[in-house]
């Protein structure tokens, strides 16, 4: 029973779309409509707020960073029950009950998961995601190689367990939502980070 509790705390918690909420607050257009029509850091970057993606940002990584914290301090629960806990704030960002189940690509939230479960592991998988965007300057290819690289550091950190579920499923869930990202990636067609449109003659 507490597990559940813990559970559907956390994904009310990821359910609560930061890109909406503060687009509506600020006057902004809603990021479901333009650019990659989804509601996260990365497309709201492109309305030219960098304040507003900062603070989706970070708004979306506490929310999945809190409720996962929050249940190893005070739940007493295994890891197993932990990483259901971290899937259950993830789920809560793809599939938001408060915005008829159309959320976001689910990155700042999974790192935040991680970082609610493992501070070392959370920053090294952050690090992987800038060295990447630095290298390459595609935030999908960022975003997918670092939830690789947490999962595989969780095991370095837990071993081989049933927790693994969660965030295999996770991962997955996590590439599923770039899909089109990944089409992009293979034909050369990917969007870069900070790249200036060049205006047609």
Request: with cysteine; glycine share 10%; aromatic share 14%.
């Amino acid at each position: 029973m507490q597990l559940i509790l813990w559970m559907l705390f956390a994904y009310l918690a990821g359910s609560i779309s930061f890109a909406i909420v503060l687009a509506k607050v600020c006057g902004m257009d809603d990021p479901r409509t333009y650019g990659s029509n989804n509601p996260g850091a990365t497309n709201m970057l492109r309305s030219g707020r960098k304040g507003v993606a900062l603070l989706t940002l970070l708004g979306d990584a506490v929310k999945g960073f809190l409720p996962v914290y929050l249940a190893s301090r005070y739940g007493e629960l295994s890891i197993l029950s932990l990483s259901l806990v971290a899937l259950a704030a993830f789920v809560g960002h793809l599939y938001p009950v408060f915005f008829k189940f159309v959320g976001g690509k689910g990155v700042a939230t999974f790192l935040g998961v991680v970082l609610g479960l493992s501070a070392q592991i959370g920053w090294m998988t952050a690090l992987v995601w800038l060295l990447v965007a630095v290298l390459t300057r595609y935030s999908s290819l960022s975003s997918m190689l670092c939830s690789v690289f947490a999962l595989f550091g969780l095991m370095y950190l837990w071993g081989v367990g049933f927790w693994m579920l969660a965030f295999v499923a996770m991962v997955g869930l996590l590439f599923y939502r770039h899909r089109a990202n990944i089409t992009k990636l293979l034909a050369g067609q990917e969007s870069k980070l900070f790249a200036k449109k060049i205006a047609s003659d």
